[in-house]
């Protein structure tokens, strides 16, 4: 795609990497048919393709309007595209770039203006989110329907494993999910003590920078992204006696955006090579644990549980991970059902289900219909966000599968 980008952008950083990625597209128009808003909508310009060359207009230096906007905040971040394009078009940096010129420019209306902050704000701080949950979830029956989507129904995280152990792992210290979902960490960690690996987490570290990212406070979200860095270097630099082989993070939500801080910091010249190091040892728990609980003769005996595993956009197309968790429930005799369209976005992706409810209900309406055909017991999934989205619209339970592996191994479904 020829481009002449304005002058104001020309030769930066960000428009070298936007004038790539554009130059790299081909317009053959594969993407549109995975497009989850585009199949939704009909319009060439609530896909991929509409999109980029809406985003080439506004680094082209055309005038634009809140409609340019509005297709934009419509796409989910599903990046499933990525995993269509035969090109290798690298859409999700060409689109955090074109909404931050955007955002930039353009002057929302103070509704909207106000709730992107109350969000940004509120969800990135653990104090004020964990207790605005912990309130919501005592009083949970009284809430509104809308609201009681958003609040999952209190649940006993367990007992945090309390043995030291000299290999280690390093997990998120995260903002939404310690609040919404505390079990998921408990899980995670009461699996990898059973096979001699100790969790740890730094108190100084905090959100990944997603939140920040996708509302429009880049500048913010580096800044979490560096908070980050300095709280974990101690432990991950060459020579650290931690015992810290990897970082894994169980939400693949902050999972994608964690494997990407070594891209975002790479022109900071303070950060770029420990950035670097980080995006290196991150690894979702599906890519790393198998080979672990093989090492460790753990041999799990579940055979005749129906399961079906949901693989969220940033899993499946952020972090090209596909096929682990199936692989690793197949492989301890478990029934994973097939799902239809398995690649399209359930529609939570962060906040969107907060700015586009109607889109997001449909995604969900048809995610759940493909993953309930079979009437599995269970539907499992490996984000936060997916989990409480899809549990606001069905009976069947949702957990995240380190949950389901922590009862299974609980319940002594296991030899060796």
């Known amino acids: ?35 989850p808003t585009y199949q939704l909508l009909g319009d060439e310009l609530d896909g991929p393709r509409g999109r980029i060359y809406l985003i080439k207009q506004v680094l082209e230096g055309h005038p634009f309007t809140a409609a340019t906007a509005l297709h934009l905040d419509r796409c989910l971040t599903c990046r499933s595209c990525e995993s269509t394009c035969p090109s290798g078009v690298r859409y999700g940096r060409l689109l955090d770039i074109g909404r931050e010129v955007v955002d930039a420019r353009l002057t929302r209306p103070l509704a909207e203006r106000s709730l992107r902050w109350l969000l940004r704000e509120g969800l990135t701080s653990r104090r004020l989110f964990g207790l605005a949950m912990s309130a919501g979830k005592f009083v949970r029956p009284l809430l509104p329907a809308a ?10 995280p367990g007992q945090w494993p309390g043995r030291k152990h000299a290999r280690k792992v390093l997990i998120l210290n995260g903002c939404v999910q310690p609040a919404m979902l505390p079990r998921i960490d408990y899980a995670t960690a009461r699996v990898l003590d059973r096979i001699g690996v100790e969790v740890v987490q730094d108190a100084r570290s905090g959100c990944c920078g997603a939140i920040r990212q996708h509302l429009g406070d880049p500048a913010g979200a580096l800044d979490d992204l560096r908070r980050n860095v300095d709280a974990w270097w101690p432990l991950i630099e060459p020579g650290a006696k931690s015992g810290v082989e ?4 169980n939400a693949s939500g902050c999972g994608v955006m964690v ?27 599906s890519q790393w644990l198998p080979e672990e609980l093989d ?11 129906r399961i079906v595993f949901h693989a969220p956009c940033s899993l499946q197309h952020g972090m090209q991970v596909r096929g682990a968790v199936e692989k690793l429930l197949a492989g301890v005799g478990v029934e994973v059902q097939p ?3 398995s690649h399209l976005c359930c529609g939570s992706a962060g906040t969107y289900s907060v700015f586009q409810a ?30 409480t989205h ?12 380190l949950e389901w592996l922590d009862e299974a191994l609980a319940q002594g479904l296991v030899s060796g």
């Open 339 to 341: 799902v239809a369209d």
């Open 1 to 35: 795609m020829e481009t002449h980008l304005a002058d104001w952008i020309a030769g930066t950083p960000a428009g070298i990497e936007a004038e790539e990625v554009l130059r790299s597209c081909v317009h053959c128009g594969f993407c549109t048919a995975t497009c």
């Open 390 to 401: 899809l549990q606001s619209g069905t009976g069947t339970p949702v957990r995240h599968w």
């Open 259 to 285: 494997q990407d801080y070594g891209h975002l910091l790479r022109n900071d010249e303070r950060y770029a090579a420990r950035s670097a190091r980080v995006s290196e040892l991150t690894r979702d728990p």
């Open 295 to 305: 090492r460790a003769g753990l041999k799990l005996q579940v055979a005749g549980a």
């Open 147 to 156: 609201v009681r989507a958003k609040v999952p129904e209190r649940r006993d």
């Open 246 to 249: 990897a970082i894994l993070v």
């Open 358 to 387: 109607e889109i997001s209900q449909q995604l969900r309406a048809n995610k759940l219909a493909a993953l309930e055909v079979g009437a599995p017991e269970l539907i499992l999934s490996a984000n936060v966000g997916c989990i």
